[in-house]
């Protein structure tokens, strides 16, 4: 085993919106930190995720990085929002503008951290067998990054090209010529198929549940616009650091039963004409706890759904009726149910017609056989924990991780996990940002995780670990939290669903974003007593 005999006072994993930010302001902070990314350069999601139409669908000026005025001046987005390659520009923008480059080791995949009770530190190991130590080991590994395909039997045989959504090549491919099946119709499928669909040869789409697409209404930013983005930069994110998701939608106080037939509709109406996600996240409060208000959006959206669509048999296979509008994620789309009346594309609805197995050539349903030249997995992620599985975490004791959350998470804050000190899960299950625009809660996490680390250092302590009353009564409450929602019946990667064989539990965090930044203040305003502190 390589040993590089290095010793930091922080590793972080992963070089995404989440490790790039933390590793800023630990690096202000006058530590030394290395951060491990298996990727060739830094962007996390948007580095891995190059699939056609891959885009924001939450608004660019709210999902950037708040921290610094320069970065707000300097940058213009071009679209209301943005599509991956200019994302992933912007990432690589703030990494160079802040030097941080020089600090990553690109290509290098973790394989181990282990933690050693004597010396108080952590030892990781990547999978080339390079070992650092540190005093504490920042996971910044997404919650969103493990792709997930399911078991297809002859997945193996097929001669074609073929790969999931988040492993898509980093090349141009065309597809002008080409017999295509997509497998998948969730939020990424539902972007890509209508990408795609603009120049193909044959698209076939294996629908196994639809969803309700809500219109994106993305268009690009004007120069005058642009000025007024710039200028109103802070009460956007004070906007967005109020409302329940972070996003610049927040929730309608009104019951949707408490309000005139003509009064609700109008509001739909409204919304539905907005851009992003303002008929998810701007709606009646209630339509994700009462059953009838979310039938009633649920309608709204159907009838929405079957007006664009010419078949009535194929309008009523693109229209869910297993599960109520915003009880899953809500794909935005842009053309995609338009793309079903082309003459080119199929949609072949598994319910009716199981996969059977993947054959050399193609796709064999119960039905019919399909012959391909490519196949995408648009199947998803084992979303939360699934990355942590991917890298043999070990605490006191020796125990690890995955076992430990073998039948659900159980942290303090989403942010550290009893029997594992001085380890901080950013991002990670139960934790805020995990129903979230992602880098607003992104900031909140990597700024109470470096304000700890500067109150342990200033005060000479060397060891932090969640006490065990305070994950029970974190865990607790994160269950309070969703406990009379719609979300729990159903199923979605909410809820680990979508994995076969993954205990059925709830792994976000659903009290909203003001409650739990209280929470997180609250606990370090009071000196960290849900900790015990060691020197």
Same mark, same amino acid.
């Given at each position: 085993?390589?040993?590089?005999?290095?010793?930091?006072?922080?590793?972080?994993?992963?070089?995404?919106?989440?490790?790039?930010?933390?590793?800023?302001?630990?690096?202000?902070?006058?530590?030394?930190?290395?951060?491990? +990314?298996?990727?060739?350069?830094?962007?996390?999601?948007?580095?891995?995720?190059?699939?056609?139409?891959?885009?924001?669908? &939450?608004?660019?000026?709210?999902?950037?990085?708040?921290? &610094?005025?320069?970065?707000?001046?300097?940058?213009?987005?071009?679209?209301?929002?943005?599509?991956?390659?200019?994302?992933?520009?912007?990432?690589?923008?703030?990494?160079?503008?802040?030097?941080?480059?020089?600090?990553?080791?690109?290509?290098?995949?973790?394989?181990?951290?282990?933690?050693?009770?004597?010396?108080?530190?952590?030892?990781?190991?990547?999978?080339?067998?390079?070992?650092?130590?540190?005093?504490?080991?920042?996971?910044?590994?997404?919650?969103?990054?493990?792709?997930?395909?399911?078991?297809?039997?002859?997945?193996?045989?097929?001669?074609?090209?073929?790969?999931?959504?988040?492993?898509?090549?980093?090349?141009?491919?065309?597809?002008?010529?080409?017999?295509?099946?997509?497998?998948?119709?969730?939020?990424?499928?539902?972007?890509?198929?209508?990408?795609?669909?603009?120049?193909?040869? /044959?698209?076939?789409?294996?629908?196994?549940?639809?969803?309700?697409?809500?219109?994106?209404?993305?268009?690009?930013?004007? #120069?005058?616009?642009?000025?007024?983005?710039?200028?109103?930069?802070?009460?956007?994110? +004070?906007?967005?650091? /109020?409302?329940?998701?972070?996003?610049?939608?927040?929730?309608? #106080?009104?019951?949707?039963? #408490?309000?005139?037939?003509?009064?609700?509709? #109008?509001?739909?109406?409204?919304?539905?004409?907005?851009?992003?996600?303002?008929?998810?996240?701007?709606?009646?409060?209630?339509?994700?706890?009462?059953?009838?208000?979310?039938?009633?959006?649920?309608?709204?959206?159907?009838?929405?759904?079957?007006?664009?669509?010419?078949?009535?048999?194929?309008?009523?296979?693109?229209?869910?009726?297993?599960?109520?509008?915003?009880?899953?994620?809500?794909?935005?789309?842009?053309?995609?149910?338009?793309?079903?009346?082309?003459?080119?594309?199929?949609?072949?609805?598994?319910?009716?017609?199981?996969?059977?197995?993947?054959? +050399?050539?193609?796709?064999?349903?119960?039905?019919?056989?399909?012959?391909?030249?490519?196949?995408?997995?648009?199947?998803?992620?084992?979303?939360?924990?699934?990355?942590?599985?991917?890298?043999?975490?070990?605490?006191?004791?020796?125990?690890?991780?995955?076992?430990?959350?073998?039948?659900?998470?159980?942290?303090?804050?989403?942010?550290?996990?009893?029997?594992?000190?001085?380890?901080?899960?950013?991002?990670?299950?139960?934790?805020?940002?995990?129903?979230?625009?992602?880098?607003?809660?992104?900031?909140?996490?990597?700024?109470?995780?470096?304000?700890?680390?500067?109150?342990?250092?200033?005060?000479?302590?060397?060891?932090?670990?969640?006490?065990?009353?305070?994950?029970?009564?974190?865990?607790?409450?994160?269950?309070?939290?969703?406990?009379?929602?719609?979300?729990?019946?159903?199923?979605?990667?909410?809820?680990?669903?979508?994995?076969?064989?993954?205990?059925?539990?709830?792994?976000?965090?659903?009290?909203?974003?003001?409650?739990?930044?209280?929470?997180?203040? +609250?606990?370090?305003?009071?000196?960290?007593?849900?900790?015990?502190?060691?020197?």
């Amino acid at each position: 085993m390589a040993n590089s005999g290095m010793k930091y006072d922080a590793v972080i994993i992963g070089a995404g919106i989440s490790g790039m930010y933390q590793l800023y302001r630990l690096k202000n902070l006058g530590l030394s930190v290395k951060v491990f +990314e298996a990727g060739s350069d830094v962007g996390g999601t948007w580095y891995w995720n190059r699939y056609p139409g891959c885009r924001f669908d &939450s608004e660019s000026y709210s999902y950037c990085y708040s921290f &610094s005025e320069e970065v707000l001046d300097e940058w213009s987005w071009s679209e209301h929002f943005s599509a991956q390659p200019e994302t992933l520009k912007y990432l690589q923008y703030v990494a160079e503008k802040f030097d941080l480059k020089k600090d990553i080791q690109f290509n290098t995949r973790i394989a181990s951290a282990s933690f050693d009770v004597n010396s108080c530190k952590w030892t990781t190991i990547s999978v080339d067998g390079t070992a650092v130590t540190s005093d504490f080991l920042i996971t910044a590994i997404g919650a969103l990054s493990s792709p997930y395909i399911p078991d297809f039997c002859g997945r193996e045989s097929f001669k074609g090209d073929s790969w999931h959504t988040s492993q898509w090549p980093k090349r141009d491919i065309d597809l002008s010529d080409k017999k295509v099946g997509v497998i998948g119709t969730g939020a990424t499928a539902v972007q890509l198929i209508t990408e795609i669909a603009k120049d193909i040869g /044959n698209l076939t789409v294996f629908q196994l549940k639809p969803e309700y697409c809500v219109p994106l209404g993305n268009r690009p930013i004007d #120069e005058n616009t642009q000025r007024d983005i710039k200028k109103n930069y802070a009460s956007y994110f +004070e906007k967005c650091k /109020n409302t329940w998701g972070s996003f610049l939608h927040g929730f309608d #106080e009104r019951s949707a039963l #408490e309000v005139s037939p003509e009064e609700r509709e #109008e509001l739909f109406e409204k919304l539905w004409a907005e851009p992003g996600f303002a008929l998810w996240l701007a709606n009646f409060h209630d339509i994700f706890s009462n059953r009838e208000a979310n039938d009633l959006v649920s309608d709204f959206v159907r009838k929405k759904i079957k007006e664009q669509i010419d078949d009535p048999v194929l309008a009523e296979k693109l229209c869910p009726t297993d599960h109520g509008f915003g009880l899953r994620r809500v794909p935005m789309e842009s053309g995609y149910y338009k793309v079903y009346g082309q003459d080119n594309v199929t949609l072949v609805d598994l319910n009716e017609t199981p996969i059977e197995k993947i054959t +050399e050539t193609g796709i064999k349903t119960r039905a019919e056989s399909f012959d391909f030249d490519l196949i995408i997995y648009a199947t998803g992620f084992d979303a939360v924990t699934g990355a942590f599985k991917h890298i043999d975490i070990s605490g006191e004791g020796g125990q690890k991780l995955k076992d430990k959350w073998v039948d659900g998470p159980s942290t303090y804050l989403g942010l550290t996990s009893t029997g594992f000190p001085n380890l901080f899960t950013l991002v990670g299950p139960h934790n805020a940002a995990t129903f979230c625009n992602i880098p607003r809660c992104i900031e909140q996490n990597v700024e109470w995780v470096t304000d700890c680390i500067k109150y342990l250092k200033d005060n000479k302590f060397i060891k932090i670990s969640a006490k065990l009353s305070s994950e029970k009564s974190w865990t607790e409450h994160v269950y309070d939290s969703v406990a009379d929602s719609l979300i729990l019946e159903t199923d979605s990667w909410f809820v680990g669903a979508n994995i076969p064989g993954k205990k059925r539990t709830f792994l976000q965090y659903a009290g909203g974003n003001p409650l739990y930044r209280e929470k997180c203040d +609250e606990e370090a305003s009071g000196g960290y007593k849900g900790f015990l502190l060691e020197r």
